[in-house]
C-alpha cells in the first residue's frame, strides 16, 4: 500500500509499505479519508518524541472494514484496568493510539484496528463527515466535562477555531448551550467559520459558563482566567506549549475548576457519532480535501496558516 | 467592649470600642472564642488591601446569642443573586465577610450576625471546639468538590498541616476516604499532628486520587502535580501566591481537574457542624488558647513558625 511516511523533523516521503497485519481481534480498515491533526504537526516539527522517525502518522480515520463503512476510535485500550473498568478508558495506563509505536497511523491505503474500536457510518454521512468523529469526540469530552463542572451553563466561550475549538463549540450548543462563541484571531479563517458559529476576533466582554481553551497558550490561559464566571469551568484541551497564564489567585477566590482534557472515553466516542449521524452538530462541512500524496504540502500549507478550513483531511 | 484593632501593617492594639449595632434581622454575638486564620497574618502583615487599617479582624468565631450557644458562618451573603438561589452562596457578588469592611471582625467582645448565620451547638460541645466549624468548613467543601471531581477517592494526600490541612484530611476520612495522609515538613507542627492523622514529612509515593493543596505556592503545587493519580483531582485552598507550579501538560494529557476553592456553601457549614457534633471529625482538640489581650504576641509566634498547634484561638 502507499503511504506517507515521517521520516524526520520536517520531512514527509510517498513510500510503498506492506499492509498492515491484523492482529486476533483486528481487522483491516481501507482508509478512505483521514484528517490531520495539531498533534500531527507537532510530530512532523521533530517535537515529540513519544512519535520516532520512520512512522506513519495520522488517527483521525474513516474506510472501509470488510465491506462495513466506519470511523474508527484510535485509542486502543486494555479494557481490564480499573480505569477502563470505570468506563474512564481514555485514561487506561497501557493506552495506545495509532500513530504512536506499537501501533502505525491511518496516512496510508489501510491501518489495523480491533473491531471494537468501529462505529458503523449509516449511508447518509460521508467519509469526509465520518472521519471528523475523532476531533468532535475531544470535543464532545471537554462539553460534557465543563458543563458538569460549572453546574449551569447558558453561555460558554471557545478560545482558537480548528477542528478542535469548532468541534468543542457545536458539542457545547448539542449539549444544551444556547449561546457559544469562538474566538478565532485569523480573519481567513473567521470568515470560514462564519455561518457554522458565532465568531469575534477577540474574546467579549462578559463572565461565561464555560470557557474551552482549545489554543493551551499563556495568552489563551490567562484570557480564559478573565473570562470564566465564579464558579465555572475552564476546559483546557489545548497542548500548545507553556506553563504560565492562569491566574491562580482568581481561580481560587471565585471556586474555578480548571479542567484537563485528553480525548475521550469509547462512550463519549459513540455518543459524538450518534449525534454527528442525527445532524445536532451541523452540517460537518469545515473541511477541505487532499491527496495522500500531496500530503507534505498540506503539511506546508498549514503550518504558514494558509488555509481557511479547520480541518485538510487526505485521501489515499 | 474590648477589641484587637488592626492599626496598619504589622500592628495590632488592644482598644476600647463600641458595641457593634446589630442591623435588622442580625443579632449580637458575644465572642466566646475566635480563631487565627491565615488570612488575618495575611491582612496584618499589610498585604490584603481588601483589609485597610483600622479594622478589626477575625473571622472564625463562637459565642453566646441571646442565650443561645452558636459557631459564626462569617459569610454575608445576599441569598437572592442566582448564585444564592443555586445553593453556591459563597459565590455571592455581594458576599461579605466579617473582619472586612463594612462588617468588623471577631477579636472582640461581641460581633453582629444576621440570624441566620448562626448554628446552635450542642451542650457535648464546648466553645473552643465551636469555633473550629469555619476552617473545617473549608475543607469540607473542598474534600466534597475533590472526591466529586475525582469519582473515585480511596487514597487523598493533603499538603500543609495547618488548620486548613488538618481540617480538609478529617472532612476526606468523614467523608469516605480510607486512607489520608497530611504533608507537614515543620517537625514540632508534624509530631502535634501525630495520633489527629497519618503524617509525613514529604509527599509519598504513589498516586492519589485527591491532592489537597492547603498551602498554594510553586512548590506545593508542583507537588500536587506530580502525586495525583490520571483523572484525579488537585483541590486549591491555599493562598501562599505565585502563579507557577502546576505541570499543565500533565494535567491535560492525565485529564486532571484543578478546582480552586473559596470558602464553602450555607449548607457546607451546616454539614460541617453536624460532622464536628456527632464526632466524624474527631476530638477537635489541635487548638491552644490565649487571652485576646495578648493577641499581638500570638501573631508574632505564629508567623515566627513557634506554633506546634495548627490553630489558635483569642479568648476575649
Same mark, same amino acid.
Given at each position: 500500500m502507499k503511504a506517507l511516511v515521517y521520516t524526520g523533523p520536517e520531512a514527509l516521503e510517498v513510500r510503498e509499505v506492506p499492509d498492515p497485519i491484523a492482529a486476533d481481534g483486528e481487522v483491516e480498515v481501507r482508509v478512505a479519508r483521514v484528517g490531520i491533526c495539531g498533534s500531527d504537526m507537532h510530530a512532523f516539527l521533530g517535537h515529540d518524541e513519544r512519535r520516532p522517525a520512520p512512522l506513519i502518522l495520522g488517527h483521525e480515520a474513516s474506510g472501509l472494514a470488510g465491506g462495513r463503512r466506519v470511523t474508527v476510535n484510535p485509542l486502543v485500550t486494555c479494557m481490564t484496568c480499573p480505569a477502563c473498568l470505570r468506563g474512564?478508558?481514555?485514561?487506561? $495506563?497501557r493506552r495506545q493510539i495509532i500513530s504512536m509505536p506499537p501501533r502505525e497511523g491511518a496516512f496510508a491505503g489501510a491501518v489495523a484496528m480491533p473491531e471494537r474500536n468501529l462505529v458503523d457510518v449509516p449511508d447518509h454521512v460521508t467519509d469526509a463527515q465520518a472521519a471528523l468523529a475523532e476531533p468532535i469526540a475531544c470535543g464532545w469530552n471537554g462539553a460534557r466535562s465543563g458543563i458538569a463542572a460549572a453546574g449551569v451553563a447558558d453561555r460558554a466561550l471557545v478560545l482558537g477555531g480548528g477542528a478542535i475549538g469548532l468541534g468543542a463549540a457545536l458539542c457545547l450548543m448539542a449539549q444544551g448551550v444556547g449561546d457559544v462563541t469562538v474566538v478565532e484571531p485569523n480573519d481567513m479563517r473567521r470568515a470560514f467559520l462564519d455561518g457554522h458559529v458565532q465568531t469575534a476576533a477577540k474574546a467579549p466582554d462578559g463572565a461565561f459558563d464555560v470557557v474551552v481553551d $482549545?489554543?493551551?497558550i499563556d495568552p489563551t490561559r490567562a484570557a480564559a482566567s478573565a473570562a470564566v464566571r465564579p464558579g465555572g469551568a475552564i476546559v483546557h484541551i489545548g497542548l500548545g506549549g507553556g506553563q504560565g497564564g492562569l491566574d491562580l489567585r482568581r481561580i481560587t477566590l471565585q471556586q474555578i475548576a480548571f479542567l484537563g482534557i485528553y480525548t475521550y472515553t469509547a462512550q463519549d466516542f459513540r455518543d459524538t457519532c450518534a449525534a454527528m449521524f442525527d445532524g445536532r452538530l451541523g452540517p460537518l462541512d469545515w473541511v477541505e480535501e487532499r491527496p495522500l500524496t500531496e500530503g507534505a504540502r498540506a503539511f506546508a500549507d498549514i503550518r504558514a496558516g494558509a488555509? $481557511? $478550513?479547520?480541518k485538510i483531511l487526505l485521501v489515499p
Open positions: 474512564e478508558t481514555n485514561l487506561c $495506563a $482549545a489554543v493551551g488555509v $481557511a $478550513a479547520p
